[in-house]
């Protein structure tokens, strides 16, 4: 692509921007929240709307008891020799303590060249970048020999339950080449990211009952079973002090870093004052960078989410807590299979006394590793670099979760997944915010990647 293209496409962006930000607003201000499906409807509606006046046919699907609406919509080139699938998911998170947010969650407001609003980055503010790079393509007058699929997910940030059956019974009306995706912040600073894989999830809730009601502890105190100390116990049980996971099998298909995986590691940046700053505590001296990167790339983790037992309101209450639970968060590797390790789990209640504990799945997510080596890939890294004017890091595994692996292991569609946003976008948390600047870069990154890779595989 010549660099009169270039500057076509990036003068067509600036030029669609303020409408680009219009409808990004627009879109903020729905609370599509994961289980809202009347918010979800109409998110779904007006990215419908959008979808319809850039050409594309579409569909919704209602997926699960929550009908929620997933949206999928397809336009065909007559000369298309290939497909590129675009996923997005158009779900946020709850927005929180209203007194956490500088302004109210769901109004979006623009101070000093930023958008803040849930959803302004994860993942609504690198969302529309696609939608206004399409844009700019028609209004550039280019018109990519590529079939274009849109997946639109209305539950990622609840584990996409029924986008994975949904999509093993349709595989055809997946069927793409390459997948393309923008989510997530960078992992250093401002530089954007290419990502090449992501742990898994497997989210889970224990919970114990000891009794019919929570009890006096002064009455029933050495008679009654206190269910709080029951989710303890099994606690310690499944993990140390240093971190190490004790259920049997948990590690045993852990796949090992390749040297290409390692040098690709050996090359990002650690900031160690930012991450410090954005996590309130310092990081230890003897974890180094090669260490840290490690430990979130290829290590898996299980943490405690939440706790809830007993009396958790002011002042103190005599009593035995009847019942307790615990939610359990566990980050996987690849080879690590969620089915299996949620069965180990049960198994090593059982054997050690714990058999009574109920254990519910709250979401999966399988990990994946792709080879990061490849045309496309170099395709997208040229298009992010040429609109950013700074060489994007090379990310081989996002420490979080997504639905990439579906594209690769059911549909055969490679995922590629960029990085917009600036480290310390504030996804999930309050005052979640994107840069303008970079969303508008983001477009102009989108519509080199879509030109491209369309002359890339049209050969």
């Known amino acids: 692509m010549s660099d009169a293209t270039v500057a076509q496409i990036k003068i067509a962006v600036a030029e669609r921007f303020p409408e680009t930000l219009d409808r990004l607003a627009a879109l ?3 609370p599509t929240l994961s289980r809202d499906t009347e918010a979800l409807e109409r998110g779904a509606a007006l990215l419908r709307e959008w979808l319809a006046g850039l050409g594309f046919a579409h569909e919704t699907i209602p997926l699960g008891p929550d009908r929620a609406p997933l949206v ?6 007559q000369a298309a020799r290939a497909t590129l699938l675009i996923y997005a998911h158009y779900d946020v998170q709850p927005a929180g303590d209203p007194a956490q947010w500088s302004t109210p969650a769901f109004e979006p407001v623009v101070r000093d060249g930023i958008l803040y609003c849930r959803g302004a980055n994860d993942p ?7 939608f206004a790079a399409l844009e700019a393509l028609r209004t550039c007058g280019l018109d990519p020999a590529l079939t274009i699929k849109v997946v639109l997910d209305p539950q990622e940030e609840i ?3 029924h986008l994975e059956p949904f999509v093993a019974e349709h595989r055809q009306r997946f069927a793409a080449d390459l997948c393309f995706m923008a989510d997530g912040e960078s992992v250093s600073g401002d530089r954007p990211t290419l990502v090449f894989g992501n742990r898994g999830l497997l989210h889970i809730v224990i919970s114990a009952r000891t009794g019919h009601r929570d ?3 002064g009455i029933f105190g050495g008679v009654m079973p206190n269910a709080a100390w029951r989710i303890v116990h099994f606690l310690t049980r499944i993990m140390d002090e240093a971190g190490t996971v004790r259920v049997p099998g948990f590690y045993d298909s852990v796949l090992p870093v390749g040297p290409e995986e390692q040098a690709a590691l050996a090359r990002l940046p650690l900031d160690r004052a930012a991450v410090s700053e954005l996590l309130g505590i310092a990081l230890p001296p003897e974890l180094d960078t090669d260490s840290y990167w490690h430990r979130i790339m290829y290590m898996p983790t299980c943490d405690i989410t939440g706790l809830v037992a007993g009396h958790t309101g002011p002042g103190v209450k005599a009593q035995i807590p009847a019942s307790a639970s615990v939610k359990l968060g566990l980050r996987l590797v690849a080879d690590q299979d969620p089915d299996a390790i949620l069965a180990a789990i049960r ?4 054997e050690t006394g714990f058999g009574d504990l109920m254990i519910e799945v709250g979401a999966v997510y399988r990990p994946l590793r792709i080879p990061f080596a490849s045309p496309p890939a170099e395709l997208i890294r040229s298009a992010v670099r040429d609109a950013f004017d700074v ?5 081989p595994v996002n420490g979080g979760s997504n639905p990439n692996p579906i594209w690769m292991n059911i549909v055969g569609a490679p995922p590629i997944e960029v990085s917009y946003c600036h480290q310390g976008g504030q996804a999930h948390g309050p005052d979640e915010h994107m840069i303008l600047d970079r969303i508008e ?3 102009v990154a989108s519509a080199l990647v879509i030109n491209r890779v369309a002359m890339h595989l049209a050969g």
């Open 441 to 443: 870069r983001g477009t």
């Open 159 to 161: 584990g996409s339950p």
């Open 391 to 395: 060489e994007p890091l090379i990310v």
């Open 28 to 30: 903020c201000r729905i």
């Open 124 to 130: 609504k503010g690198q969302m529309i970048c696609q």
């Open 347 to 350: 198994r090593f209640a059982d």
């Open 215 to 217: 009890v006096h502890s």
């Open 72 to 77: 999928l919509a397809q336009r065909h080139h």
